[in-house]
């Protein structure tokens, strides 16, 4: 918490980087750190600041993060690859040590919000088709062009994208809405002109989504009605636990309930898990439920549930793979066969679509031709990103 190398308490109207930064509101954290949108006093633009945890591993693993984010920028001059892009970063003292921030574009809603808000009933193939595009484009530019694995790929990773050209808009010539303290107390200095602005954004026909509060800077936020006819774009976000695929890698990744087969049973991963987590993120999107959710249970555990449930959708592990792993001998007898979870009721993806999610059979059948390859057991047969953007699935409109 917010004590010695911990989290920086950070007040709406506090300034960073000498003045540079206007702190105005909490868009998110995790465990190391708190994200906040703050405005850029140098380019008139919102931006957003993680600011990280003091102690020494946190700052370690933000400057490995402001490493790969200088890879990932670098590649993307004209930031069009699907992938967050860092501006600055700077160290910021606080009563709790100096923390590490991160300054980078700022972005709408998560997918997860985005699932929450029609939890039950997914978003509409539509709008899967076209945010899978964007995860995509951003999955091909770090796996081909920077060999970098994300290793973290879920729906709260991956934000919206206002498809709002902001250099475009003429209306975008306001004054933002500073906040600015006064004795402790936040107090919003409310700027007509912005306010004027936000109204027009908000009445826009580019807006047809309705816009709980149509943010600032170009992002985009979500709010429960229809997003039918929208094209939604987004990017992956959250480089903290990204790798280079030459260096050497960590044994244990991903979120639990994305996390790859190989990664469980220990053989090895590469690239080809992030594809694992892009289908589970789809199957996601399109149905509200989360693909797989393990649980510990009498007599077997949480790793072995998962491995069971895979293969109730996509069918028994083959022997080569289950025995493969330095974890294997944990789950899996010497003919391939889970050692504690004998009976296994198999419900393959497409008639899982029809039967519990009310899809058409050719709706079914098309979405599962899609991801069933990409949860392949063998991580080396998965199609590739770049394999994915020319699928059938993807560029039928
Ligand atoms: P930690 O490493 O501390 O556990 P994290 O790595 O999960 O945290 P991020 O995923 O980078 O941190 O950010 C946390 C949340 O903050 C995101 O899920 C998102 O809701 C919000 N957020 C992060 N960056 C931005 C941004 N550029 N624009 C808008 N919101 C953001
Ligand atoms: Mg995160
Ligand atoms: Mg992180």
Known sequence: GYRKGG????????RFSAGRYVAQRKL??????????????LSSKYVAIKIQKSAKQ???????EIDILSSIAQGDASNSKCVIKLLDHFKHGGPNGQH????????????LKLIRYNRKKGIGLHQVRQLSKSVLAGLDYLHRELGIIHTDLKPENVLLVSTIDPTKD????????LLERSEGNPVPIKVNVAEKWLKLRA??????????????????EVDNRSLEGVDLRCKI?????????????????????YRAPEVIIGSGYSFSADMWSFACLVFELATGDTLFVPKPGEGFTEDEDHLAQMMELLGKMPKQIAISGSRSKDYFDRHGDLKRIRRLKFWPMDKLLVEKYSFTETDAN????????????????????????????????
């Open 100 to 111: 590490q921030c991160l300054v980078t574009e700022f972005l709408g809603d998560s997918l």
């Open 7 to 14: 989290y920086h308490a950070v007040r709406i109207g506090d």
């Open 170 to 177: 003429p209306t975008r010539t306001d004054v933002p809405p």
């Open 237 to 257: 976000v959250d480089f903290g636990n990204a790798v280079r695929a030459n260096e050497e890698l960590m044994e244990e990744i991903q979120t639990r309930e």
């Open 203 to 220: 009445n826009r026909a580019v807006a047809k989504i309705s816009l709980r509060r149509v943010s600032l800077g170009g992002a985009m």
């Open 58 to 64: 946190y700052a370690e693993s933000a400057l490995h």
């Open 366 to 397: 098309n979405l599962s031709n899609f991801l069933c390859p990409l949860l392949d057991f063998e991580p080396e047969k998965r199609p590739t990103a770049s394999q994915c953007l020319v699928h059938k699935w993807i560029t039928d409109s």
């Open 28 to 41: 998110g954290w995790g465990n190391f750190s708190t994200v906040w949108l703050a405005y850029d006093t």
